[in-house]
């Protein structure tokens, strides 16, 4: 069982999660015990329904949002014990983000966006692993670009780079390639698998696409604020299978 | 559509709010203004109307024209008994009035500051005795008694059976007060104190031996004022005239209505400046709203509004604004009208209190200002609201409707070139005809245009200006300093027109500092060049002078070598005041160096008129030359240049007449008196010694301070100072409404990047970074408004100054420390402006922020 993989092995966990809105009536439980843990190191994906709470999930592993009960960990750092300032200062240390679209800072070049994590902490940039990252990316002639020149694969492997420049515990993507042609989306897919296996980053990707899923090398799916089960090594056929199962 | 403007509005409560706050501010400076000159004006028509109670017929000496310094001059006893001879008089008395400075028990002088200090005769005739009426005590009789008003007597506890001093052009002395006199429910004329003597003591004390200042008459029962009033006109000798006592009521009500006037149309200058600055941030704010509401406008469009329904759209939401605005500010306008009254006291001219009055004026006017103003700065962004293509809605494009960069600066610059134009017309004009145009109004037209000008224009410079102010930004804060940098630019234009709106208030705030230095550093100098006297004695306050006994006693002390009594009076200059000084040409070589060009001190002391060069070289004047000059008292008189001076700042006029001449053309209250007596030491006497027969002069006399050369230089330069904290305090409203406008984009513009704000607190930035980025490009946008202003009012102070080259201002002096100021001052109103946006900026919830729509 996961539960007993010891804590240092784990990059983020989730631990009997709920999150409720509203109250009475309207109340509505986005997460509803979910019990998770990430592997270091590992690729994984959320999949789920629309309303099965896998942005929800995200964002409260994320330190985005806060759990009504339960715990997240980060490493062996509880979210909950956390003020806004630690919780922050987290985020710039520990934790990468990829959104699925306005990922960059209109006003900073794609250099500054990348490197924004560093500069917010006035931190000096390691050239050797931006260089790297940059070509592998091979956003190496659009560094002094500002986002509104860039076309939107681009702009994502920006964020993309800058997710992995401060090289972070783990990494949270929001359907990274939501938004892009698929030549685009496979690129960026691609390249956070590469970030998976050579780097040893950890990421963790919600996503309703079963060929970005096919990516990772595992998916839990959700469905109605439980974990409604997990796959390894998917490909999309057995996701557009198991996702077949939903709502059905 | 009303019901769709109305959400909108309630949509957003704090924007409305922010938006109609400028607007407010501006609306209630003008009703502010109006409510205090109203209340004043109320309050000295009531007083003149309760003084001339009862009485039906004033009997006085024609005034040749009417000022509200001094008076027509006094009439023969004789004339009386001309009036009681006329039929339908029931009874007339003679009455004579002057300057009286009562003192306290402790032998101060009651110095009020700003209404004048009236000495009057007692009436016998109960007729004729108007609304003022014995408290307590009897009427005066003889020379040696007095009664004096309920106010001055309560207030300083002079009892009666006590000795009071009173000052008169006689001099000083002491009186028994033997009664208390109010005047209907008041204790006292405005402010005013009131030394009443019998008749022939006040004769005596005024000096109007064997005159009348004037006669009063009341009819007999069944006789109208205006029937009696044209009897006695045709009884009466060449020069004196009757007029019904309502009318010269009205006539002096008017006349300080009138000298009144200025201070109303100066305030109302300075509230049309905070209303114009509105006017900007009002216009900024519906531009800023109207993009982002593009695309629910493009929207309607989309499904059926017409064009004119969304400009309609725009403008009923202004008009809402507009009327909210200017409701809420007129209420406020008492609270101007307060603080006004505050101020005018705080700088030593005390405002009788009564109840403020509202004229329906006032309404009408904040009105149609509050509403014109915001409709007029929406309408603009509203047509361009209109323009947006229905597909806009569709596509979510930036739809640009805005001028090119190039028309703006085509535009700009003609406006600059007009505005700019118009100034100098207006300060150096012979040149051009303005037309209807008087100077002044041209430079203020000139001032507005130049301002619009730069607000274009300034969109051009605002990125270079921004990074040249913002270079040390990220090298004290890195990313933080960055982008405040590249958020100051990244709208050019709105960023300018805000900067502009602070631009507006400190370009004014620059131009005093440099006009006020100038005068400063001018008369200084030229003081120190023109006083030759060692001590100079002049009058405390405002009103009225003191007793020329002063000037008499000080000459028969063997330490002083010669005195030079100086008296100022307002004549007609061909249809214009003027002041004129009169002056004791006697000993003038000994005391004030007067730059005689052509011409001799002399001749000025045998009558004639010295002129200043400047005057005489714009009129082609020359000694020998001979000028019309109307007198209050005497009417028109042929008076001839006998002279052509270059000092300007002691004698503080460009006419100069013999004392003499000057007695015999001027008569009436606040013309008996000296204004100033300049005095020099005797030679081998030591200043000490001088100082201390001066001063101990002046100490009988209490309403006069004694100032050696430095200490006089140092008073006049105290006077600028003081008009310069009044006109930058009345700037300040200005400026906040700037700050507002600060306030206000700043806010707009952050609900225009929430997603981005979100993005970076997502990826580590902490409140406090996000506050401090806030901060710095307030702080940014503020300084770039100071360094326009800056610039702005450098050019309008060296032009000005130079305009005033004639009026002796001879030397441009720029006070570096309090420009610099300026800038420092920009720092602290970006702090301010930048609170309240900083914290909605650090409390953006991050994930509605990111996910923003």
Request: glycine letters at 10%.
């Given at each position: 069982m996961l539960e007993a993989k010891p804590a240092t092995d784990l990059a983020a966990r989730i631990s009997d999660g709920t999150k409720i809105y509203g109250?009475?009536?309207?109340?509505?439980?986005?997460?509803?015990?979910v019990s998770e843990a990430f592997e270091k190191g590992r690729y994984t994906a959320i999949m789920g329904p629309s309303g099965s709470g896998k942005s929800t999930l995200l964002h409260c592993i994320a330190g985005l949002d806060e759990l009504t009960s339960g715990q997240v960990y980060i490493g062996d750092t509880d979210l909950g014990s956390l003020n806004d300032k630690n919780l922050t200062l987290l985020r710039r240390k520990k934790v990468g983000f990829v959104f699925q679209?306005?990922?960059?800072?209109?006003?900073?070049?794609a250099k500054e966006n990348i490197l924004l994590p560093l500069l917010i902490a006035g931190d000096k940039e390691d050239n050797a692993w931006f260089d790297q990252v940059v070509g592998i990316l091979g956003l190496g002639d659009r560094l002094s670009h500002r986002p509104s020149e860039l076309s939107g694969g681009q702009q994502q492997r920006v964020a993309a780079a800058r997710a992995l420049v401060s090289r972070p515990d783990i990494i949270f993507a929001d359907e990274p390639s939501g938004n892009l042609d698929s030549k685009s989306a496979a690129e960026l897919l691609d390249f956070m698998r590469r970030a998976v296996r050579e780097f040893g980053q950890t990421i963790v990707m919600v996503t309703h696409d079963p060929v970005a899923a096919s990516y990772a090398d595992r998916i839990v799916f959700l469905e109605d604020g439980r974990i409604a089960g997990e796959m390894h090594d998917p490909t999309s056929e057995m996701v557009i299978d198991r996702m077949k199962q939903f709502g059905g | 559509m009303i019901r769709t403007a109305l959400k909108t509005i309630f949509a957003h409560k704090l924007r409305l709010f922010l938006t109609a706050l400028s607007v407010m501010i501006g609306v209630a400076f003008i009703a502010g203004t109006f409510i205090f000159t109203d209340t004043i004006n109320q309050t000295f028509t009531d007083l003149f109307d309760d003084q001339f109670a009862g009485q039906d017929v004033i009997v006085q000496a024609e005034a040749e024209f009417d000022v509200g310094f001094g008076g027509p001059p006094p009439v023969e006893e004789s004339v009386l008994d001309t009036v009681l001879g006329v039929q339908g008089v029931a009874a007339a008395e003679g009455s004579a009035g002057g300057f009286a400075l009562i003192y306290d028990s402790n032998g101060e002088a009651i110095v009020p500051t700003g209404p004048p200090t009236i000495g009057a005769s007692w009436t016998e005739d109960e007729r004729l005795i108007g609304n003022i009426a014995l408290r307590d005590g009897r009427a005066p009789t003889g020379p040696t008694e007095v009664v004096i008003d309920a106010k001055t007597a309560g207030d300083n506890g002079l009892a009666i059976g006590t000795a009071v001093k009173v000052q008169t052009v006689d001099g000083v002395a002491e009186y028994e007060l033997v009664g208390i006199v109010g005047f209907g429910d008041a204790d006292n004329i405005a402010g005013a104190t009131v030394a009443v003597f019998d008749l022939e003591t006040a004769q005596a004390l005024f000096g109007l031996e064997g005159m009348y200042s004037a006669i009063t008459v009341v009819a007999d029962e069944g006789v109208s004022p205006e029937l009696l009033r044209n009897n006695i006109a045709l009884a009466l000798p060449e020069g004196v005239e009757a007029v019904a006592s309502a009318d010269e009521a009205e006539a002096q009500a008017e006349a300080l209505q009138e000298s009144l006037g200025f201070l109303n149309t100066a305030l109302l200058v300075f509230a049309a400046v905070a209303v114009f600055v509105a006017a900007f941030i009002i216009q900024n704010t519906f531009r800023i709203i109207v993009r982002q509401r593009q695309r629910e406008l493009a929207l309607m469009r989309a499904v059926g509004a017409t064009g004119g329904q969304v400009v309609w759209m725009v403008a009923i939401e202004a008009l809402i604004v507009g009327i909210f605005a200017s409701v809420v500010g007129i209420a406020l306008g008492f609270v101007i009208a307060g603080l006004l009254t505050a101020g005018m006291a705080a700088v030593g001219f005390d405002i009788p209190s009564t109840s403020a009055s509202l004229a329906p004026r006032t309404i009408v006017v904040g009105l149609i200002v509050g509403v014109g103003v915001t409709l007029v700065a929406a309408i603009l962004p509203a047509i361009r609201a209109a323009r947006i293509p229905p597909v806009a809605a569709l596509q979510d494009v930036d739809v640009r409707l805005r001028m090119s960069d190039r028309r703006r600066t085509i535009f700009g610059s003609i406006l600059l070139v007009i505005g700019v134009g118009l100034i100098m017309a207006g300060l150096f004009g012979d040149v051009i005809d303005l037309g209807p145009l008087n100077e002044l109004t041209a430079v203020g037209i000139g001032a507005l245009i130049v301002f619009l000008a730069v607000s274009l224009l300034s969109s051009l410079v605002v990125p270079s200006l921004a990074r040249i102010i913002g270079w040390p930004l990220p090298k004290i804060d890195n990313l933080t300093g960055t982008l405040a940098i590249a958020n100051a630019v990244r709208k050019p234009r709105r960023t300018a027109t805000t900067a502009s709106a602070l631009m507006i208030g400190l370009a004014l705030v620059a131009f005093f500092f440099i006009l006020g230095d100038s005068i400063k550093a001018s008369v200084s100098e030229s003081i120190e060049a023109g006083l030759r006297a060692d001590y100079v004695v002049s009058v405390d306050g405002f009103a009225g002078g003191f007793s020329p006994a002063l000037a008499e006693d000080l000459k028969g002390?063997?330490?002083?070598?010669a005195t030079t009594s100086l008296r100022m009076g307002f004549w007609d200059n061909n249809g214009t005041e003027d002041f004129v000084m009169g002056i004791e040409a006697e000993t003038v070589d000994q005391t004030i160096f007067l730059d005689v060009q052509s011409g001799s001190v002399a001749a000025l002391a045998a009558g004639g008129v010295f002129v200043h060069e400047d005057v005489a070289s714009e009129e082609g004047w020359v000694v020998g030359d001979t000028i019309l000059m109307g007198f209050a008292a005497t009417g028109l008189q042929e008076v001839e240049i006998v002279g052509i001076y270059g000092e300007q700042n002691v004698v503080q006029t460009n006419f100069l007449v013999g004392l003499e001449f000057y007695e015999a053309n001027f008569s009436g209250f606040?013309?008996?008196?000296?204004?100033v007596v300049a005095v020099a030491g005797a030679d081998g006497v030591s200043p000490e010694e001088t100082r201390a027969v001066v001063d101990e002069a002046a100490a009988e006399y209490g309403n006069v301070t004694v100032r050696d050369q430095v200490e006089y230089r140092e008073s006049q330069e105290a006077q600028v100072d003081t008009l310069l904290v009044m006109f930058n305090a009345l700037l300040i409203l200005a400026v906040i409404i700037a700050l507002f406008g600060i306030m206000n984009t700043l806010s707009l513009s952050i609900y225009e990047r929430t997603r981005e704000i979100g993005l970076l607190r997502a990826v580590g930035m902490t409140r406090s970074q996000t506050r401090r980025m806030i901060r710095w490009e307030s702080i940014m946008v503020a300084v770039i408004g100071a360094i326009l202003g800056i610039v702005v009012g450098l050019f309008f102070g060296v032009v000005v100054t130079a305009a005033l080259k004639s009026q002796g201002i001879n030397v441009l002096s720029i006070p570096a420390v309090q420009i610099f100021g300026l800038v420092i001052f920009g720092v602290v109103a970006g702090l301010l402006a930048a609170i309240v946006p900083a914290r909605r900026a650090a409390n953006l919830n991050i994930l509605e922020a990111i996910s923003y729509e």
């Open positions: 109250e009475g009536d309207t109340e509505v439980r986005a997460l509803d015990g679209s306005f990922n960059l800072v209109p006003t900073l070049s | 002390q063997e330490e002083v070598e606040g013309t008996d008196t000296d204004f």
